[in-house]
Structure formats: C-alpha cells, structure tokens
C-alpha cells in the first residue's frame, strides 16, 4: 500500500517569553499509507494536536519536511498550496468552539463551497447531501449550532470536513468531548465514511482504548517524540516500550484477576515539562527499566518485530 503522507525529521519549537523555547515536537518521522487510520496517542502536552497542525500546515515546523502525495508541502507556494488543500481536513476537538455561533449550519457548510466558486443551485444541493452523509435532518440547515447537543455538532464538523471531498482528515480528539454512548456513534460514523470514501485519518487521542478501535497502526508519543509504532494488533498484544506498557495496564479490563496482575506496570513521577526536556530518553526520569545509557543518549527507533518499531536502550 502506497503513502500518502511522508514525515522526516518533523520538529516544532514555540518561543517564550524570556527567550526560553518549547519543544513541541522532536524530530517525528512517521508515513501514513493511503486508506488507513494511523492512532496518534499520548498523555496531554506531548505534542498530539501540534503533530496534526503541522501535517496540514496550520503551522510552520521549525525543521524537517511532510510529504503528501509526494510534494513537500511546506515548499508550496500559496497558489499551489490552495489546490492541495481541500484534500486535507481537519475535525476539531470543541464542537462547541468550531463553528460559528452567528451562522447557520447551512451557511457553515456551504462557506467552504462558496470560496471554491460552487453556484448557488449546487451549494444547497451538497449542503443537504452532508447533513444527510451524517444523519442529520437536512431541513435543520437554517437552525444555528445553539439548537444542536454536542453530538450534532459533531457531526456537523465531520460533514464541514467532508465538503471538499478530502482523501485526508486529522481527527483531533473528536470524541473526548462527548458522552460515551454518543463517543460510539461518532467512532462508528468515523469508519463508515472511511469505507465508503476510501479516507485516511490520522487519529490523535489520549484514550489508548479508543485508538486502538479506530486505528491499522498505533504511534506512541511522549514529549514530543515517537517512543513506538506498530500495528493495532501488536500494541495491543505485546506492547515494548515500558510507556505503552503502562498505557495498555491502564485500560480497564472487566476481571478483577487480570486488574491485579496489572499492577505490576506503574507510573512515576508527572510529565517534564517540554521546556527543559530530561536529557537522553525523555521518558528515563518515569521509568522503571531504566539503564545508565537513558540519562545520556536519546534511543533511536529500531524494528523489533516486523513493522513495530521501538525507540528504547532496552532493544539496543
């Protein structure tokens, strides 16, 4: 299966006042193949909705290149870059905050339409296609957001997503917002659109757990770099990093036997802070495998197993 998205050697740094710098993201080099779910997960602050921004380029890198479809996107010049973009989307975290509360749905949807010179006829045809793409009434187009829950919203911004007929979506956390019986509708809504339209996502959460639902293949981050990539199955099964280890005991598992045995994997300490990242392995200062080599040298990824990649002196 082909890429369609190609990251080298992605790094993102945000100045602060003080001339003290963030590192969000620390040299990411990951593909995403054309028709799957690539599950980007990790605590909060490790450089998640940051990855997806850059991937779109909602934001400028500080460092390395995105490839998609073959071209560099942050190479593009305006004009070019304005062909590329309807195929690359975004379904934001808030429902809420994502839409605007002074247009309608109707006006939300067909906004995207009416800059890429869609007549007027064929914008409220689409605009009522959408709505119906994620079972909404179609005749709820003149009803602001105010008069929707929070799972209508949803799936508004999943159809505003899918006005242009993208190949590509960021899901930034599109389900941690909600309820978690509306949680399973969105997901479920996620993959049925993928596999009527042929849709690559990159799916960024915290929840292990619903990653792996939605996911072919999972990367684990932490403060802003890859700690291990692999497929579903294999993290699920036998994570190696000891962080995906400590984030597949955390799942809640419905046997009191396989809770205590769980226990064996703990977490210590709070997450650093990515402005004066631990030297070597970000992770050893939480670690309970750790080895003299963690506090001086930065792993790199090494293929464990086919297809799963680890970045651990563990492995070395």
């Keep these: 299966m082909e890429n369609l998205i190609e990251v080298r050697s992605l790094k993102k740094s945000f100045l602060l006042p003080g001339k003290r710098k963030l590192q969000a993201v620390d040299g990411l080099d990951f593909s995403i193949r054309r028709g799957e779910t690539l599950g980007l997960v990790g605590e909060s602050g490790c450089g998640k909705s940051t990855t997806g921004r850059l991937l779109l380029r909602l934001l400028e890198p ?91 919203l949803q799936r508004i911004g999943i159809a505003r997503a899918m006005a242009l007929n993208p190949s590509f979506i960021v899901c930034d956390e599109p389900v941690s917002s909600l309820d978690v019986s509306i949680q399973s509708q969105i997901l479920n809504l996620l993959k049925d659109l993928q596999s009527r339209m042929g849709l690559t996502y990159l799916f960024i959460s915290h929840n292990l757990l619903v990653t792996q639902y939605m996911s072919d293949r999972i990367a684990v981050l932490y403060l802003g770099r890859i700690l291990e990539i692999a497929p579903c199955a294999s993290i699920s099964a036998a994570p190696m990093h000891p962080y995906t280890q400590i984030l597949t005991s955390a799942i809640p598992v419905p046997d009191p036997k396989i809770e205590r045995a769980k226990r064996e994997f703990h977490l210590e300490g709070e997450v650093a802070s990515a402005i004066d990242p631990p030297s070597g392995c970000h992770f050893h200062p939480r670690c309970t495998q750790r080895k003299e080599m963690c506090f001086q040298k930065s792993p790199f990824a090494k293929e464990v197993e086919k297809e799963h990649w680890v970045a651990c002196h563990l492995f070395d």
């Design 62 to 152: 500080t460092e390395g290149s995105v490839e998609f479809e073959g071209m560099d996107i942050f190479k593009l010049r305006s004009g070019d870059l304005r062909r590329i973009r309807p195929k690359m989307q975004i379904i934001f975290q808030d429902p809420y905050s994502s839409l605007s509360p002074r247009m309608t749905v109707g006006k939300v949807l067909e906004f995207p339409l009416r800059i890429r010179g869609i007549n007027s006829k064929e914008r409220n045809r689409r605009v009522a296609e959408l709505l119906e793409m994620v079972q909404i009434n179609p005749t709820y187009a003149n009803r602001y957001p105010h008069a929707f829950s929070g799972g209508e």
